[in-house]
């Protein structure tokens, strides 16, 4: 959002560039991918940008999150402006307040709605002729924290509330909420957004909609269910006019989707134009993938055979720089010399409390976000108001000049844009291209066991100085400038060599669906290097982060159905996932007789935060993932640093794991559940993992005393999760009637040990195509909402190919035609595509699970 914008400019002016032509994505894409949303810059969990829904001047461009991380792009062609990328936008008049404090420190202003916290009974009661006057009414906030002014104690609770408007506001729609865990809100009847996780602090998210489109003068019925699956309850939301600049839209023609890049083509004023956003996360250099600088591209050309003049204007916004709109930050810039020189902004917080924060729904603001590009001297920077900029940008096809009455520092509380333009000149039929880098430079990255770490491609700096940092971040950018045209042919060779090897290995659907995922998975992690304990330099450590289903760092049972994508390639990587829970049992720190949930919540990883253990699940994934490392490097090295952990917890399913209690598992948001007949066969699996690694070690006595005891229990389970219908297994043990996905078989037959006989996964493969929704398999007879990385596991363990794509199809109708336009979610329902909850999750590394197959 831009609230009295200030803008910081940078004119480029650029001399002598080579000609290029775009790269076209074809062969590493299908040309009908259509993704919820796009991914633009990848680097971590915080630099995170991503245009939501199919078009990129549509609306902001955004964090993972929602939260408006603009990038703006601008297309002069002779004289006349096009809006190509973003849609800058304001926050306008309230169309329906929230019971927000006035101001902090302020008590909340409550309103009146009706609610109930049972059933309403009814697929209608959000409608406005629905009858709620037997309802009870309350006042707003509801939830269990000390001031809500309505006690809600229950998982679930449905709101309607009458609202009466004199007009109808012009603008789209803002949603401003508190929730915990999540929202889904109706406007007269119609669904219009929703959103998951925890957001303690009332956070504005666009819902895309015209406020005409569902609004009308005089009586309207605003109805929300939220619902809440741990800690305390609380929800408020209310409305907000969105309005947005009066600027030309440029006609999107094209996009389309590879691993490594998002390329979209434009049509204005008889020029095209072609923008490429390359994040080179490639993981066999971790070094590129760990450098936190991504690339930009343009490329213009003339479609109508006449010559145009072309300007392009790129800006980026502080918002990516700061947790929430109005902190006050600085600029600076600079320039790298050199064969290839750079000229760069930089834009920060002015306070700099580095690892300040954690938790789910926050953004960072420590660092500083960068934007360079090749340029020579006679770089200009100026401070002004956006709409002052755009305006002579649409004059002059530049921002001027103003170096004689700036400073090269500034503490402003209002929106800083860091904006760059280029002058093309005669654009005709001969491309012409010119690019930008995005970097972000966070200084220290995660808190480990009380200490802070840097990121793995600082792991050689020892500054401390602000000084010092600038000038690590000076030669990041150079590298990255001096890679630009090695790492474009890298990527281009990955995608299609990706693509290919997906395509081989599942189809057109499964090719499609690793590429929308490959990009999410690897960004919602942190690399950084170990503390001197792990090494000279410390090892890799590659944290993940919760996204949207608590924030916790480090989670085991994140990390294993994530794992597919990083055993495939980079190994390593996956030890880096794994090495936290490892150390922290080693260490003394983790006492109990099984595995850690987690490590803390991002980006802090100094003790597990999660309110509850889940025993059996960690044990079995530690096990089976240790198992399956072995597999792929063909040793079992790695789990002999790690015996003494792995026999802990390998004599805790021994004794737990067969039949367990009443305990969460990885799929926790389906709350707790004895006897769980697929959290057996993990147990099941674990034991078969640890004897599978004694015989990499040479035991050969250990190894026979594991697998026939896991051949044993396998018979047992056999007999107790059989359905009387001989049809299938059920979902617990002794529960006729029930069934659900036994997802972690998979590793019986990735392993190849043989453990359960071949037809008890042929049988549940057979059963679960009788059970498929339009947009999934149901994750079990409880509810029919799924896990899009489980339906995976579960279809490759399919024998027949034709089998294993029909129960993947529905995944890729789910992502293309879900109405929730947002970065992929792993949970949804199959009824209707909507998503339930989670968004932008590494999870989704797990649809490489039938490459490791082939």
Not at 250 to 277: D, M
Request: net charge neutral; hydrophobic share 35%; with cysteine.
């Amino acid at each position: 959002m831009f609230a009295r914008p200030l803008v910081l400019a940078l004119l480029l002016v650029f001399m002598n560039l080579n000609d290029g032509h775009s790269q076209s994505l074809i062969g590493a894409a299908s040309a009908a991918l259509n993704p919820p949303a796009t991914p633009l810059i990848t680097v971590d969990p915080y630099t995170s940008i991503w245009s939501f829904g199919d078009q990129l001047n549509d609306q902001p461009t955004r964090h993972w999150t929602g939260r408006p991380h603009a990038l703006n792009g601008l297309l002069r062609v002779d004289g006349t402006v096009f809006r190509f990328m973003g849609n800058p936008t304001f926050v306008g008049d309230t169309v329906m307040r929230a019971a927000q404090p006035r101001q902090v420190g302020a008590s909340y202003t409550p309103y009146e709605a009706k609610f109930r916290t049972d059933s309403p009974g009814s697929d209608q009661w959000m409608q406005p002729r629905f009858d709620d006057s037997q309802w009870a009414t309350g006042q707003a906030p509801f939830g269990s924290r000390p001031g809500d002014k309505t006690a809600w104690t229950t998982n679930d609770i449905w709101v309607r509330r009458e609202v009466v408007l004199d007009r109808v506001p012009q603008g789209r729609l803002l949603v401003n909420a508190i929730y915990n865990d999540n929202y889904e809100l109706f406007i007269n009847g119609q669904r219009v957004a929703g959103a998951s996780g925890v957001s303690p602090n009332y956070e504005l998210t666009s819902t895309g909609r015209q406020a005409t489109d569902l609004l009308k003068p005089g009586r309207n019925v605003i109805a929300f269910h939220s619902q809440n699956f741990g800690g305390q309850q609380f929800v408020d939301l209310g409305l907000l006019q969105e309005r947005s600049m009066d600027l030309r839209a440029a006609t999107q023609t094209g996009k389309q989707l590879s691993a490594t890049r998002s390329q979209y083509t434009f049509e204005a004023g008889g020029v095209g134009l072609t923008v490429t956003f390359m994040a080179p996360l490639l993981m066999d250099n971790l070094d590129v993938l760990s450098r936190p600088v991504q690339y930009i591209t343009y490329t213009t050309q003339s479609l109508d055979g006449q010559e145009h003049q072309v300007e392009i204007y790129q800006d980026a916004s502080s918002d990516i720089a700061v947790d929430n709109p109005g902190q006050p930050v600085t600029w600076r810039r600079g320039r790298v010399a050199g064969k290839q020189p750079l000229n760069w902004l930089r834009v920060g917080t002015a306070e700099q409390k580095i690892l300040g924060k954690k938790g789910d729904n926050v953004r960072i603001d420590w660092g500083h976000l960068y934007i360079a590009a090749p340029g020579q001297t006679g770089t200009s920077h100026r401070i002004g108001t956006m709409a002052g900029s755009v305006n002579q940008f649409e004059r002059e096809g530049l921002v001027s000049d103003i170096r004689a009455g700036g400073r090269p520092n500034m503490i402003t509380d209002s929106t800083v844009v860091l904006a760059t333009s280029f002058n093309l000149g005669r654009v005709a039929d001969k491309p012409v291209e010119r690019h930008l880098l995005v970097g972000y430079d966070d200084l220290k990255a995660i808190e480990y066991v009380g200490q802070p770490l840097n990121a793995w491609w600082r792991r050689y700096d020892r500054q401390n100085s602000t000084i010092g940092s600038e000038l690590v971040m000076e030669k990041a950018l150079s590298a990255a400038e001096s890679d630009y045209v090695t790492l474009k042919k890298t990527c281009t060779a990955f995608d299609r060599s990706l693509y290919t090897d997906a395509l081989k290995a599942g189809g057109t659907t499964y090719a499609d669906l690793c590429v929308l995922a490959y990009r999410q998975a690897i960004a919602a992690h942190k690399l950084v290097a170990g503390p001197p304990m792990a090494g000279p330099n410390g090892q890799p450590l590659f944290f993940s982060k919760e996204n949207f289903s608590n924030g916790s760092i480090g989670t085991v049972d994140v990390t294993y159905p994530s794992a597919p994508l990083f055993l495939k390639y980079n190994p390593t990587l996956l030890k880096g996932m794994l090495e936290p829970i490892f150390h922290y049992s080693e260490s003394g720190r983790w006492t109990k007789p099984f595995a850690a949930h987690d490590v803390g919540t991002y980006p802090i990883a100094n003790g597990q935060t999660y309110g509850e253990d889940m025993p059996v699940e960690e044990c079995g994934n530690m096990l089976i993932l240790t198992a399956a490392l072995a597999h792929v490097e063909g040793n079992a090295n790695y789990a002999r640093q790690h015996w003494s952990a792995l026999t802990t917890w390998v004599t805790y399913l021994k004794q737990h794991g067969f039949d367990p209690t009443n305990q969460l598992c990885t799929d926790d948001f389906a709350g707790h559940i004895a006897r769980n007949a697929n959290l057996s066969v993990k147990a099941i699996m674990g034991i078969a993992s640890y004897g599978y690694l004694a015989g990499k070690l040479g035991d050969a006595t250990t190894e026979t005393e594991y697998l026939r005891l896991a051949r044993y229990l396998a018979k047992q389970w056999m007999t107790l999760a059989k359905d009387p219908t001989g049809t299938h297994y059920t979902l617990t043990f002794d529960n006729p009637g029930t069934w659900s996905q036994k997802y972690n078989l998979i590793w019986d037959k990735l392993l190849k040990l043989n453990i359960f006989p071949e037809e008890v996964a042929q049988q549940e493969v057979a059963f679960y195509l009788t059970k498929q929704q339009p947009f999934g398999l149901p994750l079990d007879s409880r509810r029919t909402y799924t896990k899009s990385d489980w339906i995976v596991w579960t279809a490759t363990l399919a024998n027949k190919q034709e089998d294993f794509e029909s129960l993947i199809k529905p995944i890729l109708r789910f992502a293309t035609e879900s109405p929730d336009r947002v970065p992929l979610n792993d949970w949804h329902e199959t009824t209707n595509g909507h998503k339930v909850g989670f968004q932008a999750r590494s999870v989704v590394g797990g649809y490489f699970i039938k490459m490791l197959e082939k």
